[in-house]
């Protein structure tokens, strides 16, 4: 007989709030938040000793100061938490190759396969727990369950430190009590609408009727319901495909000034460039991210043929989407800029009609070694310079 299939959700605990405290042992106990402290920062991580406060990621930085002022700040140190989740990742890829990593602390695990080697599913759940905890000093709360879903959810039930099992016999058992705010993508106003209805737990959601639920999700109104029977047959899908590669700013002040913005854009084009090279891609098509002072956000885009990684031809490319905007919109001041590249394919040699331009090639390859070398700002084209 087939063996019921086995996923595993790991989810490290406060992660950066976590390596920084591991980092300084000074911190541990401590209310941390790391992030930027900025008039626009927002809290990136925060541990569990500052979270007793209402202080949450995501959320203002100067909102946090106010629950917390006696909270440690310390600045994101990005190359750091990237050099622990890649130890992190080698333990996930020891007891099996099928990992989904969602960020740098989160992945999904199937782990149907490695039953045959490293036992059952708590028993492979504990190893991933331990290694981790060995190799980092960190802590991983982990869900099991028989599909990605249940698995996510779980995964969040007995924060820090946890491992719940939820078995196919369990998930109602679990699931119905449980708040629809816990369901996965349904996000804080669908969930307020959901509540205002009298849907307050899985169990609500489950039985409710067309009637109830349709004028909320449509066509996706079975789906929600299966979604709170814990019904869910998505794989875990392993090395998941970039869709886009991006980099943006949000601006302390609102900006304005062709000439400023140009530089900033020419910037974030480099960046975006150099993460494209390193993932060994082309992009089909480039784009600027804008959002004006009033929080109005503006995309514009355009293809290229053929692809390209072509630091020049990006740059280019984003600075003439940037000007029609301008001149569409004279004076106006921004506060957020970005450069979206997307239509993403694997790099290759030019076919025997296309001509590569090789001084820019050289160029990109030196720029992209010295940043390699000496940091992200070791050296910058002349446009990028403000």
Known sequence: MK?????????MDAFYASVEARDNPSLAGQPVIVGGTGRRSVVAAASYAVRKFGVHSAMPMAA?????????????RMRRYQEVSAQIFEVFREVTPLVQGLSLDEAFLDVTASQRLFGDP??????????????????????????????KISSD??????????????????????????LPGLGQKTGAKVEALGIRT??????????????????????????????????????????SL???DTFEHDIGGPAVLRAHLSRLAELACDRLRKKQLMAGCIGVKIRRHDFT???????????????????????????????????TKLRLLGVVLSDLSPASQLGLFEVAPPHTTRLDAALDDARARFGAQALQRGNAVK
Request: charge should be positive.
């Open 64 to 76: 946090a100061l106010r629950l917390c002022p006696h909270a440690v700040c310390i600045p994101v």
């Open 246 to 248: 991006s980099a943006e």
């Open 157 to 182: 039930l007995a924060k820090p430190d946890g491992l719940t099992v939820v078995g196919e016999d369990r998930v109602r058992d679990v699931l119905d009590p449980l708040s629809v705010r816990r």
């Open 3 to 11: 063996p019921l299939r086995a996923v595993l959700h790991v989810d």
């Open 202 to 243: 899985f169990a609500d959601l489950r039985v409710a009727s067309d009637a109830v639920l349709w004028p909320l999700f449509g066509r996706y109104t079975q789906r929600m319901r299966e979604r709170a029977a814990g019904i869910d047959d998505r794989p875990v899908l392993p090395d998941l495909e970039d869709k």
């Open 297 to 331: 956000t503006f995309t514009r885009q355009r293809a290229v043929a053929p692809p390209t990684h072509d630091g020049r031809t990006i740059v280019n490319v984003a600075a003439e989407l940037l000007a029609r905007f301008l001149a569409e919109h004279a004076g």
């Open 122 to 151: 708590v028993a492979i759940a504990q190893r991933v727990k331990r290694c981790i905890r060995e190799r980092t000093g960190l802590s991983a709360s982990v869900g099991v369950a028989t599909n990605k879903l249940v698995a």
